[in-house]
Structure formats: structure tokens, C-alpha cells
């Protein structure tokens, strides 16, 4: 007996045709939904709601004015916040959509994307390792280097730059290293 051979090309064009679908449309959720698996692509599985809301609470305290010296590392600033997907930003002084967002996953997870789940106090997002693999695979390296940002200042902006000990911030880290990881990987393949 001679069986078929399975090959991820067939889940790549399937994720593939999917998000022709999405870039097709003019909808701001479908926009939305394109946009987030680029950005889950540089995060560990398990992402929750929580972090784009945190990263959207802090980012509004933020001044919109830069620091005297934009260069310095030690200070967020708006221009990490303008580098967070719309939906977190949403009119820099608005709260985070948190309908826009669950839209844009609710779309995501009708293709098979995405995994939504739940924990006590929030929405977790999780991706296959053949979805990351094709979010990935489907950037070019401008648009990794877009997304990664994008996903470190999620995270950033997140952890409310406060230096005390927080369970939250275990998550946080392991994300950002895995980030750094990834980044570092693609710096290195340029």
C-alpha cells in the first residue's frame, strides 16, 4: 500500500490563499487580521488580550513630546508607541478596540490561523508552528523588521516600565528573549 505524501506546501497555500483573501479586501478587520499573525510570528505561543491592552493603557501615558535626546534607550516615548499596530494605538489618546482586536482574531481563527482560547481574565492567541513558520516565511525583510518592532513594542509598552517584580513580567521576558533570538537569527542571514 503506497501512501500520499504530505508536504507543508499544501498547509503554506492554504494559509496562502487565505490571506489573498484578506489583502483583497478594503475592510479594516481584514486589514487588521493580515497585519497580527506578522506580529504573532515574533511572540511565544500563548499571546493574551492583556498584552495589547497594557501596552495600549501605558502608551497613552507616555508624552507626546520626544525626550531632549530621542536617542537615549532609557525612556519610552511616542515613538515606540507609533510603532504599535492600529488597533492598540487607535487615535494615540483612545483605549485600546478590544472589538477591533477580537474581530481581526475571530477572522483569523475562521481560517485556521489562529487558536483562540481562554484563561481567567483573558483571550489567548496561539498559532501552529507551521502558521508562525509561514507568517515568517511570507515577510520580506523589511516587513519582518516592521513586524518585529511592532511585536517588542507591544511588549515593551506592556510591562508598564515599572522595575518591580510582577508575575506578569515572566511572561514578558521569555517573549522578548525569543524575539531577540529570532531577530538576531535574521540580522545575521541579511
Request: glycine fraction near 4%; include cysteine; hydrophobic fraction near 40%.
Amino acid at each position: 500500500m503506497k501512501q500520499g505524501k504530505s508536504t507543508y506546501a499544501n498547509v503554506y497555500a492554504t494559509f496562502e490563499v487565505s490571506a489573498k483573501h484578506l489583502a483583497e479586501s478594503k475592510d479594516q478587520v481584514n486589514i487588521d487580521a493580515l497585519e497580527l499573525p506578522h506580529i504573532l510570528a515574533f511572540m511565544h505561543s500563548g499571546v493574551t488580550e492583556t498584552i495589547f491592552r497594557r501596552a495600549s493603557g501605558y502608551g497613552q501615558t507616555l508624552p507626546v513630546e520626544m525626550f531632549p535626546d530621542d536617542t537615549e534607550l532609557n525612556y519610552l516615548t511616542e515613538h515606540h508607541v507609533a510603532r504599535l499596530p492600529g488597533y492598540i494605538r487607535n487615535g494615540r489618546r483612545e483605549s485600546f478596540d478590544s472589538t477591533r482586536w477580537r474581530q481581526a482574531c475571530s477572522v483569523l481563527a475562521s481560517f485556521s490561523i489562529i487558536i483562540i482560547g481562554e484563561s481567567e481574565d483573558s483571550i489567548v492567541l496561539s498559532m501552529h508552528p507551521l502558521a508562525y513558520a509561514w507568517a515568517l516565511l511570507r515577510q520580506n525583510m523589511d516587513k519582518q523588521t516592521s513586524s518585529w518592532i511592532m511585536a517588542m513594542s507591544t511588549l515593551v509598552l506592556s510591562a508598564e516600565s515599572k522595575r518591580k517584580y510582577n508575575p506578569f513580567y515572566c511572561v514578558l521576558i521569555s517573549m522578548m528573549v525569543l524575539l531577540a533570538m529570532i531577530y538576531m537569527k535574521d540580522e545575521f542571514r541579511r
